[in-house]
């Protein structure tokens, strides 16, 4: 790394996180004539709900009066996301592509793909909390949601007695779909699940998807916790590190809904040994995380880092189980931020691909990241500290 990044030591890293990084790169992502963003350019589904996902959470910190002071165009700004975001949400749903059933029912997806529908679904779910009725298309949205959600049940279905090759990933992001919409209209959940292929299955789904995805781990490669390799280690992972991290994101959600410990619920001997498998993955994956990292990175590409970023400070700030080692959170927030990598326009190496990763992993840190709320003094001892002396555990 040839420049660091964070150079205000009395200033808390989430305050520089918004200044110099999340703003920016929301600028650069909102690039576009009129009410377009850059995404469109491309015709990508994908990209355009996530840069909806990511603009909608800057809009949020930007409405925070302790940031008015410094950017000296925030009215003008939160105006400017709140009017793209609504066109591009309006242009996702007018790219959907419509089908019918052999009974007849209408069955919506974006490019018969299973991982880009659940997207999409995901970020008109967020539009229609943030605008409601409001919205133009309010109806056609939610006719998105209805008959978008049983296509994505019904692959669910043929993978279950059919081998998936696509990446855990895609199940993943149906149950992340699922949770969202479940916690904010219950009552539409109900009655799209109704009408679905699970129609008096319901409680099982989750269980069903879950279970799923704890048959096709496969053991990674050993990994040794402390310098003579005398104790390995092998972790349960999903093949590679971006589908393993999306996969531990659903798991972390799933594990805090319905944990023992949290809960009152009777669970049956099954539920029981599937919770059991969950805790036991999340605990291997730190320890997999904290032991694989590589100057920062993880993997080979920039999306693997900034995926296990995001997972990483996610699940080590939500459970007393596992802790974060901030030295390891630290590095990769600082390769990630780095300015041969970050531009002066606020994009990762002027890839949009990139940037959106980029600029969510940083979002996550703002929003998730416990110690980012300190000055980076604080910061810097802690990581300093956790990497004195032989590693700590975190179990």
Partial sequence: MDKMPFLDFTRPIREQLAIDYIVPVARWLMTGDGDKILAIYGNSAWESALTIIFLLQTQEILEKETLAAEISDRDELIATISRKVRATGKWLVLQARSEKTVDGEARIHWD?????????LRALLIISRKYGKKLTYYRELENCLVAGIPWLLEAFDKWLISI????????????????QLEQQSPDLYQRILTNSSWRGREKDLEWTIVAYLIR???????????KSESN??????????????????????????????????????????????????????????????????????????????????????????????????FKALRWLCSDTQVLDDGSFLHSLFLTIYYADAIMTYYNSWELGKEPLSVVYDKALSASLGSEESNL
């Fill in 112 to 120: 018969e793909l299973t991982w880009d529908t659940s997207v999409v």
């Fill in 164 to 179: 998936y090759t696509a990446g855990p990933q895609d199940v993943a992001e149906i149950l992340i779909l699922l949770d």
């Fill in 216 to 226: 096709t781990r496969t053991e990674a490669r050993q990994f040794s916790i402390d």
């Fill in 232 to 329: 390995s280690n092998y972790a349960l992972w999903w093949g590679e590190y971006f589908g393993t991290a999306e996969v531990l994101e659903v798991l972390v959600g799933f594990h805090k809904k319905h944990s023992v410990e949290n809960t009152k619920n009777n669970y049956s001997e099954l539920q029981q040994l599937i919770l059991k498998a969950v805790r036991e993955t999340i605990i291997q994956a730190v320890l997999y995380f904290d032991h694989t990292q590589n100057d920062g990175t993880w993997g080979s590409a920039v999306t693997d880092t900034a995926r296990v970023a995001i997972t990483y400070v996610t699940l080590t700030e939500s459970f007393p189980f596992v802790r974060s080692n901030h030295r390891v959170a």
